[in-house]
């Protein structure tokens, strides 16, 4: 966000904002991005997530507020603001969050992070068909589990595996292309010293066509290569990424722009692009962006036609305008 994906999130964005004078949100607002800027009026204040989806020539986003999945459909015209349309609104959901989605084309389907935003005590994995809306599956992670859990993110891998964040549990769930719980992914590396740096843990998360993850954890800023190709148990599988040129703290959804560059939004306070030249043993920061809309704060970061757009989690006004902001490194 910094994504406050946890429990007390409603409260968190709620200090954040409250504590800012009305009049300096009123020039925020004003003081338009100098970057390009979709704006659209929603059903709800909170939109987690936004992805481009370009077989569709639409924006996907999920409803973090009340749960569902919706469309935004850009004009021809730049200086239009366009309208949210619900796709979906699950009822074997209803309370529930939904958060972090990915586009799934190679099999028609979007996988959607679901999780019970205040008691952290359901999350689960819900895939739709493209086409129709129709539900392929619902896979419960947590549901029967006493231990607190947060589904934050997701990602896809080339045999359509789904691995899911745990950003309570510090903990990924890896979930087959039939919708079954096979396994998760387990590490000490996954709970740094510090009770305050694991808040908020295993955050956005994104697959290379390598062979393995990316992930970030989001209070204390370590970023996490995942191979999956790797023999053994988890501990032969995770190494913490040795980044140079700037903190991640706060970093919050991923976006892979190519193999070695990644887009993380949310830290510092818009969005960093990060690199790398040696597969993820070691990166490096190369690139800041702010939007300078900090009361929106940023959540996650999409590609739409090569260029990067931001979104916002909180919309303003009567009509709950949200935007998404183009990033430029």
């Given at each position: 966000m910094p994504s406050f994906c946890s429990a007390r999130v409603s409260v968190a964005l709620f200090l954040v904002i409250s504590a800012v004078p009305i009049a300096y949100l009123i020039v925020l607002e004003r003081a338009a991005p100098s970057t390009h800027v979709f704006s659209y009026h929603s059903s709800g204040f909170f939109r987690e997530c936004a992805k481009w989806d370009n077989v569709g020539r639409r924006f996907l986003v999920s409803f973090m507020d009340g749960g569902g999945i919706?469309?935004?459909?850009?004009?021809?015209?730049?200086?239009?603001?366009?309208d949210e349309v619900t796709l979906v609104k699950d009822i074997d959901l209803a309370g529930n969050a939904s958060l972090g989605i990915v586009i799934d084309h190679d099999r028609n389907r979007v996988l959607v992070a679901v999780a019970d935003l205040f008691g952290n005590l359901y999350s689960a994995l819900a895939s739709y068909e493209l086409s129709t809306w129709r539900r392929i599956f619902l896979a419960e992670l947590s549901g029967h589990s006493k231990e607190n859990s947060f589904a934050d993110d997701v990602a896809v891998d080339a045999q359509g595996n789904a691995y899911v964040t745990d950003a309570k549990g510090s903990k990924i769930w890896k979930v087959d292309v039939n919708g079954e719980l096979v396994s998760t992914i387990e590490s000490p590396l996954f709970t740094p010293p510090g009770w305050y740096n694991n808040l908020v843990s295993l955050n956005g998360?994104?697959?290379?066509?390598?062979?393995?993850?990316?992930?970030?954890?989001?209070?204390?800023g370590l970023l996490y290569k995942i191979d999956l190709t790797a023999d053994g148990d988890d501990s032969n599988k995770v190494t913490v990424i040795e980044v140079t040129g700037g903190t991640l703290r706060f970093g919050d959804g991923l976006e892979l722009l190519s193999p070695t560059k990644i887009v993380i939004a949310g830290c510092s306070p818009s969005a960093k692009l990060v690199e790398s030249s040696d597969g993820w043993r070691t990166a490096s920061v190369t690139g800041w962006f702010n939007t300078g809309m900090v009361h929106r704060l940023v959540s996650s970061a999409t590609?739409?036609?090569?260029?990067?757009?931001?979104?916002?989690?909180?919309?303003?006004?009567?009509k709950k305008r949200h935007i998404l902001v183009e990033a430029m490194f």
């Open positions: 919706g469309e935004v459909v850009p004009r021809d015209s730049d200086n239009d603001v366009l998360i994104v697959y290379h066509p390598d062979g393995f993850l990316i992930v970030i954890h989001t209070f204390s590609v739409k036609e090569g260029k990067v757009y931001l979104n916002h989690i909180v919309g303003f006004g009567s």
